[in-house]
């Protein structure tokens, strides 16, 4: 089993940055695929950005390309996501997940076993 914890949501207004932080224990993640996810009020949960472990590549949706960053520290079991230029529908939960099958960076919630809890981030304006 796999147990991810995300950190570092808050409240910030529009144009503003955050990093959020995700921690995997449990099981090695080196042959995984590590995903960003939100989920706002009423909406569905939503693919933000991968990383595979394995390799380093990575994938982003439209909506935050050119904005955020996913980064990871492997030898620390760490994934982050750097969010630069904040708009208020960014506004959303953010949820840490891992895919055992990471090769594909899926950006389908069913393909990721392990969730986190979330972290809440809010933007205002």
């Known amino acids: 089993q796999v147990q991810l914890v995300e950190s570092g949501g808050g409240l910030v207004q529009a144009g503003d940055s955050l990093r959020l932080s995700c921690v995997a224990s449990?099981?090695?993640?080196?042959?995984?695929?590590m995903g960003w996810f939100r989920q706002a009020p009423g909406k569905e949960r939503e693919f933000v950005a991968g990383?595979?472990?394995?390799?380093?590549?990575?994938r982003y949706a439209d909506s935050v390309k050119g904005r955020f960053t996913i980064s990871g520290d492997n030898a620390k079991n760490m994934v982050y996501l750097q969010m630069n230029s904040l708009r208020p529908e960014d506004t959303a939960v953010y949820y840490c997940a891992a895919d055992s099958s990471g090769s594909w960076l899926s950006v389908r919630p069913r393909s990721y076993e392990y969730w986190g809890q979330g972290t809440q981030v809010t933007v205002s304006s």
């Open positions: 990383r595979s472990v394995s390799d380093g590549n990575t």
């Open positions: 449990g099981r090695a993640l080196s042959s995984y695929g």
